[in-house]
């Protein structure tokens, strides 16, 4: 089996999903996002790797874990250029990249300090009005959020 | 399709537009009719904006209605530490409409999804004001017989005055010609210009008022305030700039009107009000015509 160095600082999964290219500081709210805290399967994360284009970025390894498209494109907002390796008995059967929703719900915060969602226990709602450079405009506000400026809950 | 709600003016679409301005002109001729006969509406300002609330409340009486409400949030069990879902699911049930004015952004959209009578924005904080909106483009019609090609000056406080970023917004429907007169601090956000960008509309931005003004159809004036400005030096150094004088509307186009949402402070000097192209309080009259036309058309009352 051929693995580039990169990969070999972790260790290999049977079945599973890799998911790379995340930007090293966007790797806890990946987790967040992916509601990896809650479940049960072996996972391996590293950070900090370098990477000509990101800086540093950081890499997920989930045994047994795979997610629906809808799922995985919420990392999207941060974690743009994510690929996903889909592992099937050690091999990559399939690869795939996150492609920026159109919607989002419930994830990020509006950064406008005045919107009613940080006042009230609202879910919030945005409509993603750019996604090279994301940006997401509040269903409520009318504000828009970019991706420097947005917090994941 | 018919909107229950009115929040934001981008939800409504032209004809809808149409409708709602082909209304407000029938009720300008005949402001009173009985049509409101056993509603109650509920008029709920969490702070206070005594101007819209007159509007509203006199809008309410001439169609022959009733109202409910209170003034300001310290009035009411908002002040008790009630969530805007809770009043607003308790007032939906002592009324037919709910009209409210609330400092948070984003406070009608939450309340028309949790209502189960229709509500309208009477103002969100910076957000949307679009009963404003639509007496502007009421008044802009009636006095220029169209909204189509017309070159609208924008002048004052750009960066926060919300009825200016709601009626450019309206107006991007009818290939308006924009020009922006503001200080360098209150200047038109981006996002305003990438939307026109994004629309080919042209507009051009100034920092100086005077002698520009001469291909205008329509001058929107509006208040600068002092807390606005970061440094009360730029603030006394600015205010006096963007004064509108009546020597300055001598060789302006005859069809010109000079539009205001009031309340004014100083920004138009009182010798204007006597020029026939000042439009500001017939602006307000019109109001009361237009918020008829909101309530009727939302409670399906009139076609």
């Not at chain 1, 051929?2 to 290999?12: I, R």
């Not at chain 1, 996150?98 to 709602?125: F, L, S």
């Not at chain 2, 606005?228 to 005859?254: A, C, H, I, Q």
């Given at each position: 089996?051929?693995?580039?160095?990169?990969?070999?600082?972790?260790?290999?999964?049977?079945?599973?999903?890799?998911?790379?290219?995340?930007?090293?500081?966007?790797?806890?709210?990946?987790?967040?996002?992916?509601?990896?805290?809650?479940?049960?399967?072996?996972?391996?994360?590293?950070?900090?790797?370098?990477?000509?284009r990101?800086?540093?970025?950081?890499?997920?390894?989930?045994?047994?874990?795979?997610?629906?498209?809808?799922?995985?494109?919420?990392?999207?907002?941060?974690?743009?250029?994510?690929?996903?390796?889909?592992?099937?008995?050690?091999?990559?059967?399939?690869?795939?990249?996150?492609?920026?929703?159109?919607?989002?719900?419930?994830?990020?915060k509006?950064?406008?300090?005045?919107?009613?969602?940080?006042?009230?226990g609202?879910?919030?709602?945005f409509?993603?009005?750019?996604?090279?450079?994301?940006?997401?405009?509040?269903?409520?506000?009318?504000?828009?959020?970019?991706?420097?400026?947005?917090?994941?809950? | 399709?018919?909107?229950?709600?009115?929040?934001?003016?981008?939800?409504?679409?032209?004809?809808?537009?149409?409708?709602?301005?082909?209304?407000?002109?029938?009720?300008?001729?005949?402001?009173?009719?009985?049509?409101?006969?056993?509603?109650?509406?509920?008029?709920?300002?969490?702070?206070?904006?005594?101007?819209?609330?007159?509007?509203?409340?006199?809008?309410?009486?001439?169609?022959?209605?009733?109202?409910?409400?209170?003034?300001?949030?310290?009035?009411?069990?908002?002040?008790?530490?009630?969530?805007?879902?809770?009043?607003?699911?308790?007032?939906?049930?002592?009324?037919?409409?709910?009209?409210?004015?609330?400092?948070?952004?984003?406070?009608?959209?939450?309340a028309?999804?949790?209502?189960?009578?229709?509500?309208?924005?009477?103002?969100?904080?910076?957000?949307?004001h679009?009963?404003?909106?639509?007496?502007?483009?009421?008044?802009?019609?009636?006095?220029?017989?169209?909204?189509?090609?017309?070159?609208i000056f924008?002048?004052?406080?750009?960066?926060?005055?919300?009825?200016?970023?709601?009626?450019?917004?309206?107006?991007?429907?009818?290939?308006?010609?924009?020009?922006?007169?503001?200080?360098?601090?209150?200047?038109?956000?981006?996002?305003?210009?990438?939307?026109?960008?994004?629309?080919?509309?042209?507009?051009?931005?100034?920092?100086?008022?005077?002698?520009?003004?001469?291909?205008?159809?329509?001058?929107?004036?509006?208040?600068?305030?002092?807390?606005?400005?970061?440094?009360?030096?730029?603030?006394?150094?600015?205010?006096?700039s963007?004064?509108?004088?009546?020597?300055?509307?001598?060789?302006?186009?005859?069809?010109?009107?000079?539009?205001?949402?009031?309340?004014?402070?100083?920004?138009?000097?009182?010798?204007?009000?006597?020029?026939e192209?000042?439009?500001?309080?017939?602006?307000?009259?019109?109001?009361?015509?237009?918020?008829q036309?909101?309530?009727?058309?939302?409670?399906?009352?009139?076609?």
């Amino acid at each position: 089996m051929v693995m580039d160095d990169k990969k070999l600082q972790v260790s290999a999964i049977k079945n599973g999903t890799v998911i790379d290219h995340i930007p090293a500081n966007s790797l806890f709210k990946v987790i967040h996002i992916l509601g990896l805290e809650k479940i049960e399967s072996q996972m391996t994360f590293g950070s900090n790797f370098e990477s000509k284009r990101l800086g540093l970025k950081a890499i997920i390894k989930l045994a047994d874990i795979f997610f629906m498209d809808d799922d995985i494109n919420k990392i999207a907002l941060v974690a743009p250029e994510a690929k996903l390796n889909i592992i099937k008995d050690y091999k990559v059967v399939e690869k795939k990249i996150v492609e920026v929703p159109d919607t989002v719900t419930g994830i990020a915060k509006c950064g406008n300090p005045k919107c009613i969602t940080n006042h009230e226990g609202i879910v919030t709602k945005f409509a993603v009005v750019s996604k090279k450079k994301v940006a997401i405009k509040c269903h409520y506000c009318e504000k828009i959020t970019d991706s420097e400026h947005m917090e994941i809950f | 399709m018919e909107n229950k709600n009115l929040v934001s003016i981008t939800d409504y679409s032209k004809e809808e537009i149409f409708e709602i301005l082909d209304l407000a002109a029938d009720f300008e001729k005949n402001p009173n009719q009985n049509l409101l006969d056993n509603k109650v509406i509920a008029t709920l300002f969490f702070e206070p904006s005594t101007r819209t609330r007159l509007s509203f409340e006199s809008a309410i009486s001439r169609l022959g209605g009733k109202y409910i409400g209170f003034t300001d949030a310290s009035s009411s069990s908002v002040s008790k530490g009630e969530s805007l879902k809770d009043t607003i699911m308790t007032v939906a049930n002592y009324s037919d409409m709910i009209i409210m004015r609330h400092p948070i952004e984003g406070s009608a959209r939450w309340a028309s999804e949790v209502s189960r009578v229709p509500v309208v924005n009477a103002g969100d904080g910076a957000n949307q004001h679009p009963t404003q909106t639509l007496l502007d483009l009421y008044s802009i019609r009636k006095t220029q017989g169209t909204l189509d090609n017309l070159d609208i000056f924008f002048v004052g406080d750009l960066k926060y005055g919300r009825t200016v970023h709601s009626l450019l917004q309206a107006m991007a429907m009818f290939n308006t010609t924009y020009h922006f007169i503001s200080p360098k601090e209150l200047r038109i956000p981006d996002e305003y210009k990438l939307f026109l960008d994004r629309k080919g509309l042209k507009y051009h931005e100034h920092r100086e008022f005077d002698g520009i003004i001469s291909d205008a159809d329509i001058i929107y004036m509006t208040r600068i305030q002092r807390e606005r400005f970061s440094d009360p030096m730029e603030y006394e150094k600015t205010k006096n700039s963007y004064v509108l004088k009546n020597g300055m509307l001598d060789n302006t186009k005859s069809n010109m009107k000079v539009l205001h949402p009031l309340p004014r402070v100083n920004e138009i000097d009182t010798d204007v009000d006597e020029n026939e192209k000042a439009y500001y309080f017939t602006q307000a009259l019109n109001g009361v015509y237009t918020r008829q036309a909101i309530i009727t058309h939302i409670l399906g009352l009139k076609k």
